[in-house]
């Protein structure tokens, strides 16, 4: 193999381990709690000796506000990457609403242990992470106010005040999702992901409705 081939080998095997690394905190992280959580156990679960933890990271703190940066910069980037149809009824927005909703829902799902960290866990463990956090609803506030502003616009909300009503739309999908992702309630209940989603788009819609011309 030429020295090239070698470098790229060990630069794969680096990534990947740090892959593992990443995963094996996502686990004890959700499981355990930041507080309880040891780098020690980190590392077993990857089978690699605990110095090897620190050619990655400086400390258990550090590799925790990575995981929970991962994790808002899913969120955002999903409601981001959105690209509804052309909102000129509250039909089309209803089926634009419910695709963006399965979307995130994927998302959350496809990453349950980040999400357990953050509902569980971010907000209690160390102030400097409260910036990240801040600057994560202020950003996700932001478009889902303009976003309110155009759908007034193009007639299917009602005006009415479009940050709040942003942000009550965020505290209400974050219970919805605590309660079926953290806590397990509306799971155990036997809720499935699609209705959760069909309930919250149905609020959103019955709190932003008008005598308009188009039927609900």
Same mark, same amino acid.
């Given at each position: 193999? =030429?020295?090239?081939?070698?470098?790229? =080998?060990?630069?794969?095997?680096?990534?990947?381990?740090?892959?593992?690394?990443?995963?094996?905190?996502?686990?004890?992280?959700?499981?355990?709690?930041?507080?309880?959580?040891?780098?020690?156990?980190?590392?077993?679960?990857?089978?690699?000796?605990?110095?090897?933890?620190?050619?990655?990271?400086?400390?258990?703190?550090?590799?925790?506000?990575?995981?929970?940066?991962?994790?808002?910069?899913?969120?955002?980037?999903?409601?981001?990457?959105?690209?509804?149809?052309?909102?000129?009824?509250?039909?089309?927005?209803?089926?634009?609403?419910?695709?963006?909703?399965?979307?995130?829902?994927? %998302?959350?799902?496809?990453?349950?242990?980040?999400?357990?960290?953050?509902?569980?866990?971010?907000?209690?463990?160390?102030?400097?992470?409260?910036?990240?956090?801040?600057?994560?609803?202020?950003?996700?506030?932001?478009?889902?106010?303009?976003?309110?502003? $155009?759908?007034?616009?193009?007639?299917? $909300?009602?005006?009415?005040?479009?940050?709040?009503?942003?942000?009550?739309?965020?505290?209400?999908?974050?219970?919805?999702?605590?309660?079926?992702?953290?806590?397990?309630?509306?799971?155990?209940?036997?809720?499935?992901?699609?209705?959760? %989603?069909?309930?919250?788009?149905?609020?959103?819609?019955?709190?932003?409705?008008?005598?308009?011309?188009?039927?609900?």
């Amino acid at each position: 193999m =030429s020295d090239i081939g070698r470098r790229k =080998s060990r630069s794969e095997k680096r990534a990947d381990r740090r892959v593992a690394i990443k995963q094996a905190a996502i686990d004890v992280f959700s499981e355990k709690g930041y507080h309880a959580a040891k780098v020690s156990q980190i590392v077993k679960r990857v089978g690699v000796a605990q110095g090897t933890f620190y050619l990655y990271y400086e400390s258990k703190h550090q590799i925790f506000g990575e995981l929970l940066n991962d994790f808002l910069t899913l969120v955002v980037e999903t409601v981001a990457n959105w690209e509804p149809a052309e909102l000129d009824s509250r039909e089309v927005l209803r089926e634009e609403l419910t695709n963006v909703g399965v979307q995130l829902t994927n %998302v959350i799902l496809e990453n349950q242990g980040l999400a357990t960290i953050f509902f569980k866990e971010a907000l209690a463990v160390a102030p400097e992470f409260n910036q990240l956090i801040e600057e994560f609803y202020e950003t996700l506030g932001a478009m889902l106010t303009n976003f309110n502003g $155009i759908l007034c616009e193009r007639g299917v $909300i009602k005006p009415m005040n479009f940050q709040l009503l942003a942000y009550m739309t965020i505290g209400m999908v974050e219970r919805v999702i605590a309660e079926y992702i953290v806590t397990g309630v509306l799971a155990e209940g036997g809720v499935e992901p699609e209705e959760v %989603v069909e309930h919250l788009v149905m609020h959103f819609l019955a709190g932003t409705s008008e005598a308009v011309p188009t039927k609900l």
